[in-house]
């Protein structure tokens, strides 16, 4: 999964990817420090796996990642061109998600390139430049349906639905916002839309906004309005602690009433926001997660694994996480019927712990 951080310059965009990814993109304080995107690719935490591989004495363990994109700061007119905008667009279209970072917090030693911090602008000047993109898109898209459909009048569908979208776009709104069928929805998917993507809102304080100010509660109304997701935090912040050993960060976090790290929440927006889960599984191997779109059924999991697993698929012999760390092993799970077998049709779920028995 490939996420594209994204907001104006000098909103904290570099300073949350290093925070996140430790990877030490540059961070300064005038626009466009970012030119092309620094790319990170982080471990998703997730406890479970330590207690599983403790459970098989397993001589590796393998998270599943998340790739972080920083993409440029956009500004006003990037549709047209602006600050390199075109370049910076085309980036976003390769991502499957957005993090759009807003600045919630005053400095005077931080220049904002409109002079003042304004959430609400800040936001809609964003999605306006995405909109324009889009537009320009959908019209090229248009010109080519038009000429078809004299040929063909299968095309005429494509018109009405582009039609929708660009009336869509027209009002101000994001094609994410359109309320459509599963075929109209692969029919947006197959257009590459900026506008199509979701959201996630990083709504970026300082120290003492952490838990939340008249800025963030500005973001907090657009996501919910949107069906965004949004997260708060400091980003320096977050960043000075991903400098720390655990212990220092864990004390430190404890201090601030941090419970979970801006990364923990943000992959769980993620999550949340994609519709994934992760399943597991375990041996004296390996110990792995494997991320997979709510609602998959067992042979399609068995194949992120590798192809030949789908195409000689059996079953899946599965046991729930917690009930597999009670029983204390994976035998001794079968021996008291909690290992289940489960068929083709079997959709997985998020704490499933699973051996496929394939026929290659």
Not at 12 to 38: D, M, R, V, W
Not at 166 to 190: H, M, N, P, W, Y
Not at 274 to 283: K, P
Request: glycine share 6%; aromatic share 6%.
């Amino acid at each position: 999964m490939k996420l594209g951080v994204v907001g104006l310059p000098n909103v904290g965009k570099s300073t949350l990817f290093n925070a996140i990814t430790k990877a030490g993109a540059q961070a300064a304080n005038y626009p466009f420090c970012t030119i092309e995107p620094n790319v990170g690719v982080v471990a998703v935490p997730d406890e479970r796996l330590e207690k599983l591989a403790a459970l098989y004495d397993s001589k590796k363990i393998t998270p599943t990642t998340l790739e972080f994109v920083d993409i440029a700061g956009l500004v006003k007119g990037a549709s047209r061109g602006e600050g390199l905008g075109n370049k910076f667009l085309s980036h976003i279209r390769e991502v499957d998600a957005i993090v759009h970072v807003v600045r919630c917090f005053d400095d005077e030693n931080i220049t904002h390139v409109d002079g003042s911090v304004d959430p609400a602008r800040d936001i809609e000047t964003i999605n306006l430049e995405l909109i324009f993109a889009d537009l320009e898109t959908l019209e090229r898209r248009m010109t080519k349906a038009l000429s078809m459909v004299k040929a063909d009048k299968k095309y005429q569908e494509d018109i009405d639905r582009l039609k929708i979208m660009q009336k869509c776009l027209e009002d101000g709104k994001r094609i994410s916002a359109l309320k459509v069928d599963e075929e109209f929805k692969t029919f947006i998917d197959a257009q590459f839309l900026l506008t199509s993507k979701p959201v996630i809102y990083v709504a970026n304080t300082d120290e003492e906004g952490i838990a939340g100010n008249a800025y963030t509660a500005v973001v907090e109304k657009i996501a919910a309005e949107e069906g965004s997701e949004v997260i708060v935090l400091c980003a320096k912040l977050e960043e000075d602690l991903s400098a720390l050993a655990d212990e220092e960060r864990a004390m430190f976090m404890e201090d601030y009433g941090l419970a979970e790290s801006g990364l923990d929440r943000l992959v769980k927006a993620s999550y949340k926001l994609l519709g994934l889960i992760s399943y597991l599984t375990a041996g004296e191997k390996e110990t792995r997660a494997w991320t997979i779109v709510k609602g998959t059924k067992a042979p399609e999991a068995a194949g992120k694994i590798h192809s030949d697993f789908e195409r000689g698929f059996i079953r899946a012999e599965v046991v729930d996480y917690e009930t597999l760390l009670e029983c204390g092993s994976f035998n001794a799970a079968k021996d008291k019927g909690k290992v289940r077998s489960e068929g083709k049709e079997y959709v997985m779920q998020d704490n499933d712990v699973v051996l496929f028995r394939i026929n290659v």
